[in-house]
């Protein structure tokens, strides 16, 4: 999908969960005292691109995130790297793994009442003593979150006419099967906003399915819960968005199952997994300036680049618009700088 924080405080008392659906069990999250050699990092003009935290052992890395056991917990932790068309570039984008899980933390507490989530400590929560050696690099970019077992469907919502949506459409007046009126233009905003999710994909691209399919492959109770909850939270970040000058044209969440009810994991309405478009600049009929990759993608277009790994350096300034557009969407959605 799709944080940063702690469970305990520095004297090894356990506070109360964010969340009080989803309690810790004692001890399981290192709680004692533990000594640890320096954060191994991979730095590069202020960016942190890749995590090795000793005595930590590493569950997977993704294109952004590195994910951690910590026993009956998971520490996500939210780097720096940017990709475009699937590939990670060799450089990243400042501050950026702060931005996202800073916006998840924001949404996550925001929608708490609508559906629990899997987060286990809040924002400003003191990490536990087990990770205290590595306070440093984790800052602000690290969630401590409950197991789930993933969704086998990714849960995308649409609410403007865009990228593949829009390539369809010009073809069939659809977006993934579902019949659209006449007429709509590029970035148009549609009647109401759709849901059409998609596979998941360990390699290359994840495809859109329709909604039947997607009842096949997680039954149709699930798939049913997933799209009802996925356009209500859409519905209502969309419209706190708008009045700060932010339009979410579309968006994808992931939901787990824990102790058999489905919750919402990963990070939520972030510029990675949403289109943010200046509600200031908006006009339909064309693309639209952007909050999120914009720049990096504009610069690869114009390189002989035939968009396999690995990606070119980006240049200085392209990085620098890059991170100025992640600060500023995190400063309209939460009204103060990060």
Same mark, same amino acid.
């Given at each position: 999908?799709?944080?940063?924080?702690?469970?305990?405080?520095?004297?090894?008392?356990?506070?109360?969960?964010?969340?009080?659906?989803?309690?810790?069990?004692?001890?399981?999250?290192?709680?004692?005292?533990?000594?640890?050699?320096?954060?191994?990092?991979?730095?590069?003009?202020?960016?942190?691109?890749?995590?090795?935290?000793?005595?930590?052992?590493?569950?997977?890395?993704?294109?952004?995130?590195?994910?951690?056991?910590?026993?009956?917990?998971?520490?996500?932790?939210?780097?720096?790297?940017?990709?475009?068309?699937?590939?990670?570039?060799?450089?990243?984008?400042?501050?950026?793994?702060?931005?996202?899980?800073?916006?998840?933390?924001?949404?996550?507490?925001?929608?708490?009442?609508?559906?629990? @989530?899997?987060?286990?400590?809040? /924002? *400003?929560?003191?990490?536990?003593?087990? %990770?205290?050696?590595? +306070? $440093?690099? =984790?800052?602000?970019?690290?969630?401590?979150?409950?197991?789930?077992?993933?969704?086998?469907?990714?849960?995308?919502?649409?609410?403007?006419?865009?990228?593949?949506?829009?390539?369809?459409?010009?073809?069939?007046?659809?977006?993934?099967?579902?019949?659209?009126?006449?007429?709509?233009?590029?970035?148009?905003?549609?009647?109401?906003?759709?849901?059409?999710?998609?596979?998941?994909?360990?390699?290359?691209?994840?495809? @859109?399915?329709?909604?039947?399919? /997607? *009842?096949?492959?997680?039954?149709?109770? %699930?798939?049913?819960? +997933? $799209?009802? =909850?996925?356009?209500?939270?859409?519905?209502?970040?969309?419209?706190?968005?708008?009045?700060?000058?932010?339009?979410?044209?579309?968006?994808?969440?992931?939901?787990?199952?824990?102790?058999?009810?489905?919750?919402?994991?990963?990070?939520?309405?972030?510029?990675?997994?949403?289109?943010?478009?200046?509600?200031?600049?908006?006009?339909?009929?064309?693309?639209?300036?952007?909050?999120?990759?914009?720049?990096?993608?504009?610069?690869?277009?114009?390189?002989?680049?035939?968009?396999?790994?690995?990606?070119?350096?980006?240049?200085?300034?392209?990085?620098?618009?890059?991170?100025?557009?992640?600060?500023?969407?995190?400063?309209?959605?939460?009204?103060?700088?990060?």
């Amino acid at each position: 999908m799709h944080g940063q924080s702690a469970s305990a405080d520095a004297k090894g008392k356990e506070p109360r969960p964010r969340n009080p659906a989803f309690p810790l069990v004692h001890g399981h999250l290192g709680l004692e005292a533990f000594r640890a050699p320096a954060i191994i990092s991979r730095m590069s003009d202020n960016t942190v691109l890749e995590l090795q935290l000793p005595g930590i052992p590493k569950v997977k890395s993704g294109k952004v995130r590195e994910i951690f056991d910590l026993g009956d917990a998971l520490l996500l932790v939210a780097t720096d790297r940017i990709s475009a068309f699937d590939v990670v570039m060799p450089n990243g984008i400042p501050r950026k793994g702060e931005v996202l899980t800073q916006i998840s933390h924001f949404w996550f507490q925001r929608f708490a009442a609508l559906v629990p @989530n899997h987060l286990l400590a809040g /924002a *400003t929560d003191p990490l536990p003593p087990r %990770l205290q050696p590595f +306070a $440093r690099q =984790l800052a602000r970019r690290c969630m401590i979150v409950q197991k789930a077992k993933p969704l086998a469907i990714e849960c995308i919502v649409r609410g403007y006419l865009s990228g593949s949506g829009w390539k369809e459409y010009r073809k069939s007046q659809t977006v993934c099967g579902i019949p659209l009126p006449v007429g709509l233009t590029e970035s148009a905003e549609l009647p109401e906003p759709i849901f059409t999710p998609s596979t998941k994909a360990e390699q290359g691209h994840d495809e @859109n399915i329709s909604f039947e399919r /997607a *009842t096949e492959i997680v039954g149709v109770d %699930l798939a049913r819960q +997933a $799209r009802d =909850l996925s356009l209500k939270i859409y519905t209502a970040g969309r419209d706190y968005a708008r009045e700060r000058g932010i339009l979410i044209a579309d968006t994808k969440f992931e939901f787990g199952l824990f102790d058999g009810k489905l919750i919402l994991i990963d990070e939520v309405l972030t510029p990675d997994s949403s289109r943010f478009w200046p509600a200031g600049q908006y006009a339909p009929g064309r693309g639209q300036p952007s909050f999120d990759k914009q720049f990096v993608r504009d610069y690869l277009e114009t390189l002989d680049w035939d968009k396999q790994p690995p990606g070119p350096v980006l240049p200085p300034d392209v990085v620098a618009r890059t991170a100025e557009k992640y600060l500023e969407a995190y400063r309209r959605l939460t009204g103060q700088p990060l």
